[in-house]
């Protein structure tokens, strides 16, 4: 069975740093894009971040491009989200989530998701 | 504003057949995308439900289908049970955004 286990949540103040980690088992982690979803208390799923299978593509929403940088080590079957410049609306729950892959394409909908790391900005 | 519109809530009885629609707007250029369904249980972390507008992947139940037509997609639930309550997201793609979107989702409440 598919694992995603996500870490790294917690509660930094507003302009903090927080990275998360999320480690993959069960699956062939470096064949798989994957991505971030985060979802505010109370709120809707909102896209943060992708990337792709070696690490050279990422995607990022508007709102997080120059705070949050995606990574990814295929070594240690691992997913990382380095989150800097905090603000009170980047409270959420963060999901790690696989994209679903083939042997020839990766495509924008998520097959597998972690149970999610709470990251709270407040001073 | 997203650009896939749900409505906040839908019910239905046990044994029921509901429907919960996801329209996409005309700011995502009229162009039309896969829609991908999740249910997200009270506490726990969405799942797949419908992929490619129609598909469900091994182990969803049957009373669960998908279906599009031009912009609006749509999920049905037939035979509905006590455990169906939870929230529904639609998701597709956002040519502005050039990521995935979701929907706002909608809360189904089985009476």
């Known amino acids: 069975e598919v694992q995603l286990l996500e870490s790294g949540g917690g509660l930094v103040q507003p302009g903090g740093s927080l990275r998360l980690s999320c480690a993959a088992s069960?699956?062939?982690?470096?064949?798989?894009?994957m991505s971030w979803v985060r979802q505010a208390p109370g709120k809707g799923l909102e896209w943060v971040s992708s990337?792709?299978?070696?690490?050279?593509?990422?995607y990022y929403t508007d709102s997080v491009k120059g705070r949050f940088t995606i990574s990814r080590d295929n070594s240690k079957n691992t997913l990382f989200l380095q989150m800097n410049s905090l603000r009170g609306d980047d409270t959420a729950v963060y999901y790690c989530?696989?994209?679903?892959?083939?042997?020839?394409?990766?495509?924008?909908?998520?097959?597998?998701w972690g149970q999610g790391t709470l990251v709270t900005v407040s001073s | 504003q997203s650009v896939l519109t749900q409505p906040p809530s839908v019910s239905g009885a046990p044994g029921q057949r509901v429907t919960i629609s996801c329209t996409a707007s005309?700011?995502?250029?009229?162009?039309?995308?896969?829609v991908h369904w999740y249910q997200q249980l009270p506490g726990k972390a969405p799942k797949l439900l419908i992929y490619?507008?129609?598909n469900r992947p091994s182990g969803v139940p049957d009373r669960f289908s998908g279906s599009k037509s031009g912009t609006s997609a749509s999920l049905a639930i037939t035979g509905l049970q006590a455990e169906d309550e939870a929230d529904y997201y639609c998701?597709?793609?956002?040519?502005?955004?050039?990521?995935?979107?979701f929907g706002g989702g909608t809360k189904l409440t089985v009476l």
């Open positions: 005309i700011s995502n250029n009229g162009a039309v995308y896969d």
């Open positions: 490619g507008d129609t």
């Open positions: 069960e699956f062939t982690f470096s064949t798989y894009a």
């Open positions: 989530a696989r994209q679903y892959c083939t042997s020839t394409s990766c495509y924008l909908y998520f097959d597998y």
């Open positions: 998701q597709s793609y956002d040519s502005n955004l050039s990521g995935p979107v």
């Open positions: 990337i792709g299978t070696s690490g050279i593509g990422t």
